[in-house]
């Protein structure tokens, strides 16, 4: 579904992406794990064309060389960006609302009815602002959002990123139940949680992939991982 090939990311002098392959197949959920300034950002967004690169990206068979970011989404490529960009002026069913203008043609996916099945708590706050909504509430807006646009493929970054453990572990739950119709690729640095969500790992230091493997074999690695990620043996991020 997704393939990368030869993928550098440069910011002047920085070379924040160092040749990295990686791929996504149909169906199957894939973290990318690494500390901060690792490159995994730099990779999701030069996938989804917002960050300029030099290599191959492939979706669904496509170069995605020349293709707009409006583009990649329309053709069922979803990035939900770190910092969940809720529109604070909007409530949050209008949230949602705006997630549909990205479906390009596409049926069937998530509904409305289904993302509020996934969280519950935005039932009752389907009327409130994005402005009052909490940051656990904002990152439940910001994954539902996209998915009513019918996403092929998804792209979460740091799901978890400022939250408490419970409502971490419930956008986990969440995304645990979304891999069942949609391929993920999702960037954490927490290698628990991550492992829940996905089958298979890479993990990214200093721009390149170190390890790749599947994610019950990473689950056995931790004191190896810890040397790349900065965690402790109890998978706490850093």
Same mark, same amino acid.
């Given at each position: ?95 949602? &609302? ?39 509430? &904002? ?59 996905? &089958? ?39």
């Amino acid at each position: 579904m997704l393939r990368i090939e030869g993928l550098h990311v440069r910011y002047g002098t920085t070379h924040a992406v160092r040749g990295i392959d990686l791929t996504v197949d149909e169906g199957e959920a894939v973290a990318l794990l690494g500390p901060n300034g690792a490159g995994k950002t730099s990779t999701l967004r030069a996938v989804s064309r917002l960050t300029a690169c030099t290599g191959t990206v492939t979706f669904e068979g496509r170069d995605l060389a020349r293709v707009s970011p409006e583009e990649v989404a329309r053709r069922g490529l979803i990035h939900v960006p770190e910092g969940r960009h809720v529109f604070p002026d909007l409530t949050v069913h209008e949230n949602l &609302q705006i997630g549909t203008t990205a479906r390009g043609g596409r049926t069937g996916g998530f509904g409305f009815d289904d993302v509020y099945d996934l969280f519950p708590p935005l039932v009752k706050l389907r009327g409130r602002l994005g402005f009052a909504l909490s940051g656990g509430e &904002q990152q439940m807006v910001a994954i539902g959002r996209a998915l009513v646009a019918a996403p092929r493929l998804l792209l979460v970054d740091e799901p978890s990123l400022g939250l408490a453990p419970l409502v971490a572990d419930a956008v986990a739950q969440a995304l645990v139940a979304v891999r069942e119709r949609t391929a993920l690729l999702v960037i954490e640095q927490n290698v628990h949680l991550t492992t829940r969500i996905c &089958q298979r790992a890479a993990v990214m230091s200093g721009g390149s992939i170190v390890m790749e493997a599947a994610s019950e074999e990473l689950r056995d690695r931790d004191t190896v991982l810890a040397s790349y990620l900065g965690q402790t043996r109890t998978g706490t991020g850093v």
